[in-house]
C-alpha cells in the first residue's frame, strides 16, 4: 500500500527503471533515489516473490507502472484480461504514475514481441483514442502516453508524429510520456527536426520525461547511420542536449533513466539518474499548469 506521506504524483526528480537483477540489491541498500518505475507485465502473477518484493520497496519509494503489452494501436479489440490484471496490480500497489506506449504489438489475436509503430492516419487515431478511452474509463485513471522510436514510414501517413500525439492527448485527455532518445532516434532515422517534435507537444501535457540509450548500425553515429533504441548504453551527449532544450520548454518534469538489456551494476544507474538530476536543478519550472 502507498505510505500516507507520498504524494499522488510523480516528484519532479530522477528516478530509475527498476529490473528483476538488481531488485535484490536493491531491497538490501535502499538507495537513495527519488522514485522507481516498473514494467507492469512483471507483476501479473497472484501473489509470488516478485509481487512480494515490490510491496516492501512500494513502502519507501513513489512507483510508476509502465505498461508494454496493451497494443493501444491494434485493430483488435483491448485485450479484457490485460486490462482486469492491471487493475488488480494498481489497486494493489497504488502506484503515483500508469503509463504505455502509443504503439502496437498484437493483431489477430497474436502477440508480438515488439512496439510496432502506427501509420499517422486519422483512421489510426480514432482506433488509438478510442482504446485509450475505453482503458482509462475501465482502469479509473488517467493514462500517460509515451512515444516510441521508429525504423520505417507509412504511405497512408497524413499527420507528422508530434501532431498526431497532441491530437491524442487532446482528444484522449490523457498526459505525454516524452521519450526524449525515441525523439532524438527516429530524427536521426526519418530525417525530421527534433525541435520542431518538442515546439509542437503542449507543455501541460507531458507529465513524464524517459532518457535512455541507443546503439548505431555502424560504428561511428553520423549522417547515414540508423539508430536502434536498445536500451543498453548510457544516455548519450547528443540526447542529453535534446533533454536540457526539453527542460528548457516545458520546465522540470520527472525523469527516468531506462536500461533494460545488457544491464549495468546499479551503481551506473544511480549515476546517470545523478547527470539527470543535475540538469533538472539547472532548470527552473516554467509551468505545471494542466491542460484543460
Not at 506521506?5 to 527503471?17: M, Y
Not at 522507481?36 to 501479473?44: G, P
Not at 485527455?173 to 525530421?192: A, E, P, Q, T
Not at 516545458?250 to 538489456?261: A, C, N, V
Request: aromatic content about 8%; some cysteine; hydrophobic content about 40%.
Amino acid at each position: 500500500m502507498r505510505s500516507p506521506n507520498f504524494p499522488l504524483k510523480l516528484p519532479t526528480q530522477a528516478g530509475i527503471g527498476l529490473r528483476g537483477p538488481h531488485i535484490n540489491e536493491f531491497l538490501a541498500t535502499r538507495p537513495d533515489i527519488a522514485w522507481l518505475e516498473v514494467h507492469s507485465e512483471n507483476y501479473f502473477g497472484d501473489g509470488g516473490l516478485a509481487l512480494q518484493q515490490l510491496e516492501q520497496i512500494r513502502t519507501d519509494y513513489p512507483l510508476s507502472l509502465h505498461g508494454v503489452g496493451l497494443s493501444l494501436g491494434s485493430s483488435d479489440p483491448l485485450n479484457l484480461r490485460h486490462l482486469i490484471k492491471l487493475k488488480n496490480l494498481i489497486a494493489s500497489v497504488e502506484p503515483q504514475s500508469v503509463s504505455e506506449h502509443l504503439c502496437w504489438s498484437s493483431t489477430g489475436g497474436n502477440f508480438l514481441n515488439d512496439l510496432l509503430p502506427l501509420p499517422y492516419s486519422e483512421e489510426a487515431l480514432a482506433t488509438v483514442c478510442d482504446h485509450i478511452s475505453q482503458a482509462q474509463e475501465f482502469l479509473g485513471r488517467r493514462l500517460l502516453i509515451e512515444n516510441v522510436s521508429s525504423y520505417l514510414r507509412f504511405n497512408q501517413e497524413t499527420l507528422t508524429e508530434w501532431d498526431f500525439l497532441r491530437e491524442v492527448a487532446q482528444r484522449c485527455d490523457c498526459d505525454i510520456l516524452l521519450d526524449i532518445n525515441n525523439i532524438y532516434v527516429s530524427s536521426i532515422n526519418h530525417g525530421f527536426d527534433a525541435q520542431s517534435y518538442l515546439a509542437a507537444i503542449p507543455p501541460a501535457r507531458i507529465a513524464e520525461i524517459h532518457l535512455a540509450g541507443h546503439e548505431s548500425d555502424v560504428a561511428d553515429e553520423g549522417d547515414d547511420s540508423f539508430l536502434i533504441d536498445t536500451h543498453s548504453r548510457p544516455v548519450c551527449d547528443a540526447v542529453w542536449s535534446l533533454y536540457a532544450d526539453a527542460l528548457q520548454r516545458f520546465g522540470s518534469r520527472p525523469t527516468l533513466i531506462e536500461w533494460d538489456s545488457d544491464l549495468p551494476a546499479l551503481a551506473v544507474l544511480l549515476n546517470e539518474a545523478d547527470k539527470a538530476q543535475q540538469i533538472l536543478d539547472a532548470h527552473t519550472p516554467t509551468s505545471h499548469a494542466r491542460a484543460a
